[in-house]
């Protein structure tokens, strides 16, 4: 079966750290970019970051440029994310996304939930 | 970036009804040199994450129902659903990706009245 299962969210206090992971399955990962997707809980969505096949090129919003780092494992066929320095505007469920040959998004995984508060 | 805005925010329509959701960029998402635009359309079930329904403007996703139909260039887009049926009450988002950072839509809530 194709898909992206997330997993390392929770509760952190603000300033601290978190790593995100994504294993994917059902395709060849190393074929493909791969970013990280986020929903506030007012349900808007926003890109965060993303990594090409190779590790070769990556890019973050400006939200969060400095603060996180996106990384892959083809081997392991694993995507991560690792945020640090957590504020409480990044409180918000954590997609792991799949991009399509050209760019667009065509498969999710359902998320984990990051909640920064004290 | 480019700024994503969608109308209406909310929208209530009648089963077998056409909906009709607009997406406006803050810029062209046309990109010349292959006569493409750069959009997609999502939509969201409660509970579930985004499922891509359309690419490239108007291309349908595979499996999408043909109901779904997308439109428009460069700033101005339109996502239709010719004739409603219930399971189509979902959050529905556009997004660009012409350029990084790939922005979304505010969102359009679509129920049946």
């Known amino acids: 079966e194709v898909q992206l299962v997330e997993s390392g969210g929770g509760l952190v206090q603000p300033g601290r750290s978190l790593r995100l992971s994504c294993a994917a399955s059902?395709?060849?990962?190393?074929?493909?970019?791969m970013h990280w997707v986020r929903q506030f809980p007012g349900k808007g969505l926003e890109w965060v970051s993303g990594?090409?096949?190779?590790?070769?090129?990556?890019g973050y919003a400006d939200s969060v440029k400095g603060r996180f780092t996106i990384s892959r494992d083809n081997a392991k066929n694993s995507l991560y994310l690792q945020m640090s320095s957590l504020r409480a505007a990044d409180t918000a469920l954590y997609f792991c996304?799949?991009?399509?040959?050209?760019?667009?998004?065509?498969?999710w995984g359902r998320g984990t939930l990051v909640t920064v508060s004290s | 970036d480019i700024v994503m805005t969608q109308s209406p925010d909310s929208l209530a329509e009648s089963l077998g009804e056409r909906a009709t959701i607009n997406c406006k960029s803050s810029?062209?998402?046309?990109?010349?040199?292959?006569?493409?635009?750069?959009l997609a359309w999502y939509q969201q079930k409660p509970g579930q994450p985004p499922k891509l329904l359309i690419y490239?403007?108007?291309t349908r996703e595979s499996g999408v129902p043909d109901r779904f139909s997308g439109s428009g260039s460069g700033t101005d887009f339109t996502l239709t659903i010719s004739s409603l049926q219930a399971e189509d009450v979902a959050v529905y988002y556009c997004?660009?990706?012409?350029?990084?950072?790939?922005?979304f839509g505010q969102g359009t809530k679509l129920e049946i009245k």
């Open positions: 997004q660009q990706y012409y350029s990084t950072p790939y922005t």
């Open positions: 059902g395709f060849n990962f190393d074929d493909f970019a």
């Open positions: 810029q062209s998402v046309l990109y010349t040199s292959n006569n493409k635009n750069y």
């Open positions: 996304v799949k991009e399509a040959s050209w760019r667009y998004f065509d498969l």
């Open positions: 490239w403007a108007s």
């Open positions: 990594i090409s096949w190779n590790s070769g090129n990556s």
